[in-house]
């Protein structure tokens, strides 16, 4: 079946760590996208990949990183630069960047700083 | 910049019935794209329904439709027959078609359904 995987569900961070967060996706779609929720707050994305190799910042990229070396992967590195990590994050893909393309969504992480 | 405003925090409506879901949004474009999106329980996002501005008629997806009011910036979301399954957030989203938006996803803050037994 067709895809995204995120792993892990629940990930525990020690302030001061950097952690990663894994995305994978077999859509074979080139786009992909990293966001965070909140609660009472609608999805803010983080980054974003329109392409392996190249990605971009979002509206809160403060405090994360990405890399995109393969087309199916999008790892989201969350660093001890972010203040209030503490969030429920989903990884997206869509076959292309537009408009009209519908994004996918993965079944999210939830980081806890403790 | 481009806002969507989802005024109704939380939602119940009785099984079988009928409930509507309010959003407005705010931009000074003519054309683009909106999106409802279901996130139940297990918080996978699932997409709902869509509608591209330009086009008049409103979508349909089985039980679920929207009202557009193009001019009134308003796009609610019409579940009939609710069903337990429908129990989730509901949010809705905006995406610009200039390129120079990155076609980046807007969203509301959302809706939580709950549906009565």
């Known amino acids: 079946d067709g895809g995204i995987t995120q792993s892990p569900k629940y990930l525990f961070r020690k302030e001061g760590q950097n952690v990663t967060l894994s995305c994978e996706q077999n859509l074979n779609h080139d786009a992909m996208y990293w966001y965070r929720q909140d609660p009472g707050q609608g999805l803010r994305l983080i980054y974003y990949?329109?392409?392996?190799?190249?990605?971009q910042k979002g509206d809160i990229a403060e405090g994360y990183s990405v890399s995109r070396e393969k087309k199916e992967s999008f790892p989201l590195t969350v660093t001890s630069a972010q203040k209030n990590p503490t969030a429920f994050y989903l990884c997206?893909?869509?076959?292309?960047?537009?408009?009209?393309?519908?994004?996918?969504f993965g079944p999210g992480t939830r980081l806890t700083v403790l | 910049a481009q806002t969507v405003t989802q005024s109704q925090p939380e939602m119940s409506v009785q099984e079988a019935e009928t409930v509507t879901l309010s959003c407005t949004y705010d931009?000074?474009?003519?054309?683009?794209?909106l999106f409802w999106y279901k996130q139940p329980p297990s918080r996978q996002m699932i997409l709902v329904i869509r509608q591209e501005a330009y086009k008049q008629q409103n979508a349909t997806e089985n039980r679920f439709s929207v009202n557009f009011q193009k001019a009134a910036k308003s796009f609610s979301l019409k579940i009939s027959d609710s069903q337990l399954g429908d129990a989730a957030m509901y949010f809705c989203a905006y995406r610009s078609l200039l390129m120079d938006s990155n076609y980046q996803l807007i969203w509301g803050a959302g809706t939580k359904l709950i549906i009565k037994p």
């Open positions: 931009t000074s474009e003519s054309d683009y794209y």
């Open positions: 997206a893909s869509s076959i292309g960047q537009f408009a009209y393309n519908e994004q996918f």
């Open positions: 990949s329109q392409i392996v190799n190249d990605f």
